[in-house]
């Protein structure tokens, strides 16, 4: 019986970091594909707007087969609160907080805030224990993104002045509303796919009349259709659908403790993605912010742990 409950506890766990992984190269991937976007001539408007139009698209098929007037029994209101925190309002903030500061804030600031307001968010509210080696590998991961963010944010904050401040307010106000997102999706015990359907949706619904009415049909003729169509499958198929399944997923297998670490590392990632896209060669102390950053999540995660009584099995 204890064998199988522990063989039980390690397939989540497995299928929990698989999950987790895939949410930290997905987003790393869907982020660079952004900027070239940007490059490319479209707004953060426009990103928003080709995101949740196809990840809504995308979803709504099965969010129908599931019951559209129950919203696949969620309901109206946990929907709408879901939508709110995860949704259209924090794609919004998020983005729009690169267009007062740089980078690097972002990608200090949003991942932290996070992975503090969500530790300290399942001690109290959902009762997740918070062991000494969790709460090592969970510091180790926040000095691993102020390593790889130290840099910029030295070099930036002088170029940028006040407008900086903005930014890291709109970066600071978008991670609350994801943790929130994240303690409710636990403590609602919701499917992962049903949840992200009706994210989705529900934000297809909200931005795509809102974006057309704002920037108009003749501003959208003007895009170039080749790069927004691309954007479109990138941030709404990739971000918008596989990237929220699997963070979700990742929720409801290891736990918000364990689970917010996993958007801690997309800084790190991206670091790696950089190379062969852009081909930025990360510098030594984002070398070692990555180092530390990876390590601190297999820490909490118990992969040593895991390790050891391998290698104790193995010996016996």
């Known amino acids: 019986m204890v064998q199988a409950v522990e063989a039980e506890r390690a397939r989540r766990a497995r299928w929990g970091f698989l999950s987790g992984a895939t949410m930290a190269l997905g987003a790393s991937l869907s982020f660079a594909a952004a900027r070239a976007g940007i490059l490319g001539g479209l707004g953060v408007a426009d990103l928003i707007f080709a995101r949740f139009l196809v990840a809504g698209a995308i979803m709504l098929p099965l969010l129908v087969r599931w019951g559209l007037p129950t919203l696949a029994g969620i309901g109206l ?18 983005t729009g907080g690169y267009g007062f500061a740089p980078l690097a804030h972002g990608a200090v600031i949003a991942p932290s805030t996070v992975t503090i307001v ?4 399942a001690a109290l509210f959902l009762r997740e224990r918070l062991g000494p080696t969790h ?4 510091a180790i991961v926040l000095l691993g993104i102020g390593l790889i963010g130290w ?3 030295a070099q930036s904050t002088a170029k940028s002045g006040e407008r900086a401040l903005v930014g890291d307010l709109l970066f600071f106000a978008s991670s609350l509303l994801w943790a929130g997102f994240t303690l409710l999706l636990r403590h609602w015990r919701l499917s ?8 989705a949706v529900l934000s297809m619904v909200v931005s795509t009349p809102v ?7 003749g501003h959208l003729m003007t895009l170039p259709l080749g790069t927004l169509a691309f954007q479109g499958l990138v941030q709404g198929g990739l971000q918008g659908v596989i990237t929220m399944v699997a963070y979700s997923q990742a929720v409801v297998l290891l736990g918000v403790s364990r689970a917010v670490l996993f958007p801690a590392i997309v800084p790190a990632v991206s670091v790696l993605v950089g190379i062969p896209i852009v081909g930025e060669i990360p510098a030594p102390l984002q070398i070692a912010g990555l180092v530390l950053v990876t390590t601190g999540l297999l820490i909490t995660i118990g992969m040593f742990g895991r390790l050891r ?7 016996r």
Not at 135 to 138: E, F, I, R, T
């Open 192 to 199: 992962a796919l049903r949840a992200t359907a009706v994210v």
């Open 135 to 138: 709460l090592a590998g969970a």
């Open 211 to 217: 974006y057309l009415l704002w920037v108009g049909t």
């Open 118 to 121: 969500s530790t300290i968010g």
């Open 77 to 94: 209101r946990r929907a709408v609160i879901l939508t709110a925190l995860g949704g259209a309002p924090f794609a919004l903030l998020q």
């Open 309 to 315: 009584y391998w290698l104790r099995a193995r010996k």
């Open 151 to 153: 840099d910029g944010i």
